[in-house]
């Protein structure tokens, strides 16, 4: 059974820091692993989409990473500002089917 | 803009009085999901339509029910909502068959249980 983890569970941080949130899975056959951010009482945007033959995908100041074979993926935010203020979930999927959600990293960046 | 639409945002019910809620997308997507999100925990996949076929996941409870009339819309029925079900209910549609299957979500119903 997949399992998705994500470390810290929480983060705060001084504007202008790069930082880097963390995803583990424990099944390494996925489909593809998605980033998301979602802001409080709302519902999820998609930040970056990484196909399983891929290693990276970058839009702006973020780049995900993704090492299949070791079960990890990086999001990685340059320059942080507060408006990234937000929960972070990854989420992997098997074929062509659901996705598996971790728990979220809620992150604070202060001015 | 394509997108994915939930109605309505906030609904509030009472303890067992049936309650549905409505997801419609823009994308023509084949694909439809539903899942709860409790207070600080993930998304949890209650069921899905590839197409017409409806897939339920296998601990959803039998409370939880689906119907999808054609592709742009997807409602989910709660029919005797308990105090347990309160939680943010997220609709997300793809389009298998590519290489891709990424997901979109909609903007979410909150569901309050009195």
């Known amino acids: 059974k997949q399992e998705v983890t994500q470390i810290p569970a929480a983060l705060s941080v001084p504007e202008g820091e790069n930082l880097v949130l963390n995803c583990s899975f424990t099944?390494?056959?996925?489909?593809?692993l998605q980033w998301f951010r979602q802001d409080p009482g709302k519902g999820l945007t998609s930040l970056l989409l990484?196909?399983?033959?891929?290693r990276e995908q970058t839009s702006g100041r973020l780049n995900a990473s993704l090492d299949k074979s070791s079960g990890r993926s990086t999001l990685y935010i340059a320059a942080s500002q507060p408006g990234d203020s937000a929960t972070y979930l990854c989420?992997?999927?098997?074929?062509?089917?659901?996705?598996?959600f971790g728990t979220g990293t809620r992150l604070q960046v202060f001015p | 803009d394509a997108m994915v639409i939930q109605n309505p945002r906030y609904q509030v019910t009472q303890f067992g009085k049936p309650v549905t809620l409505s997801c419609s997308q823009t994308?023509?997507?084949?694909?439809m999901y539903w899942y709860q999100q409790k207070s600080s925990q993930a998304p949890k996949l209650l069921f899905h339509?590839?197409?017409?076929?409806?897939?339920n996941e296998a601990d959803t409870p039998d409370n939880f029910q689906s119907r999808r009339p054609n592709t742009s819309f997807c409602f989910l029925d709660i029919r005797s909502p308990g105090l347990g079900d309160a939680a943010m209910y997220l609709c997300?549609?793809?389009?298998?068959?590519?290489?891709?299957?990424?997901?979109?979500f909609g903007p979410g119903t909150r569901l309050t249980v009195l």
């Open positions: 997300a549609t793809s389009r298998a068959g590519t290489s891709l299957n990424e997901q979109f």
């Open positions: 099944d390494s056959a996925i489909y593809n």
């Open positions: 990484i196909q399983s033959s891929q």
């Open positions: 989420a992997v999927s098997h074929n062509t089917d659901k996705l598996i």
């Open positions: 994308l023509n997507h084949n694909v």
């Open positions: 339509y590839y197409d017409k076929d409806f897939n």
